[in-house]
């Protein structure tokens, strides 16, 4: 935890090391560079003028300044004052003589303007360069989801997470916790899946239990809300089941699936997604619908005289009827559910956001597009990072690797999709499944810079982005992160830096890494 406070703080103070070129990450849409400097001393008050309170706080513990009433000069003033034509998340900031104004409508854009803030203090002499920009994001879902079922992260490690997603203005973190290997959030209903659906992981079936309780998770969902993050949970159902089946055998459908011709399995997930929704305030619940091995319900006598009865024609049929009544009922209860991109499929409602995640399925985002749905994408070519960032890393699994550049360029679609339908893409996320990441300085080293170059992916619009330019910018901090010991994957030198990140404490289980 300690060490994770340290190097938050760390970078608080040190990004931006040559701030005088500007190491903004992401690259705002708009830089004008008047010459001049403003410099913070402990006179200079933190005034706000709109609903900003959070955002002056947060900024007033960080920078270590007092607020203040009213200053014409030395302050840095947060202001709904000429933002009128703003959108949701834009902002302006201008720093002059007087100091700094950021303006904005709403705390999320006041919130990314003290981002930028942060950004532009030269550690030290905390001199800030003049500048005026105007900035708004390219898309509305700048996301990363954790996979915290193969191998837990606990709370200190999740916020650190959100601490930088905050730095490079992302907004989503999609948590998967529940799978196969456990089942990771305490439902006070159901005991039995965080007593026996938690324990094990990935490396050992027979690890201690270890879950979210409630009261953690509504707290890092604070954490993440004040720093504009909406944490999205996933359920994952009808396949993916394992540790639930596993705690509640009368559940179990088989291969890792839930039975979809019991009506407890239905009142199960029903009672489980609501206390969800209790948890989570998030708009959306993800429910999965990925990957459903159907081997064992078309062996299923009961599964049989469940088709039978209800007149359906096979097991695919009952899988779609699966998800869209899951689907309904969040729907219901006032969300909107969301799922991988198996469930366009299904025919669910055109509300349903879709996961694109099979890149080498383009047919599935054609589908997903042309049904309206609102689509996230997430094709594992390039927005896996448990895919290793490197040629020469072939040990490390999944045969494809990603690159920093190839995050940074984004997602390839498929041509032809009309202009119109394009407006129907939320945004990107990058996916850290971790079946084969167990510590956290290897999850650094598999997120580090891949997180910077998809935030800015997700932000800068395309003229502005020019890769070699970002990694210039990206130099600060990489050399941060190898001062404070996070592990960070450096393409100028892939085998020590992976050398370096397996010994930042504990090794990767099941991978054979000799070589490095
Ligand atoms: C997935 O990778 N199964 C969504």
Same mark, same amino acid.
């Given at each position: 935890?300690r060490?994770f ?26 830089i004008?560079?008047p010459?001049?400097q ?8 933190i ?5 900003f309170?959070n955002e002056?706080?947060?900024l007033a513990g ?6 203040g ?5 030395n ?5 709904t ?10 902002y302006?900031?201008e720093?002059?003589q007087?100091?700094v104004?950021?303006?904005?409508l709403?705390p999320?854009?006041?919130?990314y303007g003290?981002?930028?803030?942060r950004q532009?203090i030269?550690p ?9 920009i ?8 700048r ?5 915290v ?10 916020r +650190? ?18 799978d196969?290997?456990?089942?990771r959030?305490q439902?006070a ?16 079936t027979?690890?201690?239990p270890?879950?979210f309780?409630?009261?953690q998770?509504q707290?890092?969902?604070a954490?993440?809300?004040r ?6 949970p996933e359920i994952?159902m009808p396949g ?5 089946t596993r705690?509640?055998p009368q559940?179990d /459908? ?26 989570f305030?998030?708009?959306w619940?993800?429910?999965g ?15 049989a005289r469940?088709l ?11 899988? /779609? /009827?699966f998800?869209?009544?899951m689907a309904?009922?969040?729907?219901e209860?006032g ?8 469930i366009?499929a299904?025919k669910p409602?055109a509300d ?9 399925k383009?047919e599935?985002l054609?589908?997903?597009?042309a049904?309206?749905h ?6 594992r070519?390039?927005?896996y990072?448990?895919y290793?960032q490197?040629r ?6 999944w ?7 190839a ?6 679609l498929?041509?032809?999709i ?5 407006k129907?893409i939320?945004?990107?996320e990058?996916?850290v499944?971790?079946?084969r ?9 598999m997120?580090m810079?891949?997180?910077a170059?998809l ?10 982005r ?7 910018r990206?130099?600060?901090? +990489? ?11 450096d393409?100028?030198?892939?085998? /020590?830096?992976?050398?370096k ?11 054979s890494?000799s070589?490095?």
């Open positions: 935890m060490r406070l340290v190097a938050s703080l760390l970078l608080v103070i040190t990004f931006g090391v040559k701030a005088a070129e500007l190491d903004l990450i992401p690259l705002p849409v708009e004008e560079q010459p001049g403003f410099a913070l001393d402990t006179q200079t008050v005034i706000v003028d709109g609903p309170t002056a706080s947060l960080e920078l270590q300044l007092a607020s009433n009213s200053a014409d000069k302050r840095i003033l947060l202001t004052r000429g933002a009128d034509q703003l959108g949701d998340e834009a302006r900031l720093v002059n007087q100091g104004t950021i303006h904005a709403s999320a854009g006041a919130f003290c981002q930028t803030l532009l030269e030290g002499t905390r001199k800030i360069p003049f500048v005026k105007a900035d708004a994001p390219r898309y509305a879902w996301g990363l989801m954790l996979d079922s193969r191998h837990f992260f606990d709370e200190p490690a999740i +650190q997470m959100i601490d930088w997603m905050a730095d490079y203005k992302l907004n989503r973190l999609h948590l998967h916790l529940t196969d290997q456990a089942w959030l439902i209903r159901y005991p039995k899946l965080t007593q026996a659906g938690a324990r094990g992981d990935y490396s050992d027979n690890a201690p270890r879950f309780t409630r009261a998770m707290a890092i969902i954490y993440a809300a720093r504009h993050i909406v944490v999205v994952d993916h089941a394992g540790a639930a705690a509640l559940l /459908g088989g291969m890792n699936t839930f039975n979809p011709a019991r009506a407890e399995t239905y009142d199960f997930l029903q009672n489980v997604v609501l206390e969800t929704m209790e948890i305030p998030s708009p619940i993800h429910l619908g990925d990957e459903v091995d159907l081997t064992s319900w078309n062996q299923s006598a009961e599964v469940k039978q009865a209800s007149g359906m024609k096979d097991t695919q049929q009952l899988e /779609g /009827g998800v869209n009544r309904g009922f969040i729907r209860h969300r909107t559910p969301a799922g991988w991109d198996e366009v299904t409602e349903t956001v879709i996961f694109w995640w099979r890149h080498n383009p599935m054609i589908r997903a597009l049904d309206g609102p689509v996230v994408l997430t094709p070519s390039p927005c990072f448990d290793p490197d020469s890393y072939p040990e490390i699994g045969k494809l690797f990603n690159t920093p550049e995050v940074y360029r984004g997602p390839a498929p041509p032809g009309p202009p119109a339908q394009l129907q939320l945004g990107v990058g996916c499944w971790t079946e990441i167990a510590t956290v300085p290897y999850l650094e080293f997120i810079p891949r997180m170059a935030a800015e992916m997700a932000w800068t619009p395309g003229e502005r020019d890769f070699a330019q970002f990694s210039t990206l130099k600060p901090f +990489q050399d941060q992160c190898q001062q404070l010991g996070i592990g960070y994957y393409e100028t030198n892939p085998v /020590g830096s992976l050398r990140a397996r010994q930042l404490p504990a090794v990767v289980p099941k991978l890494l070589q490095y």
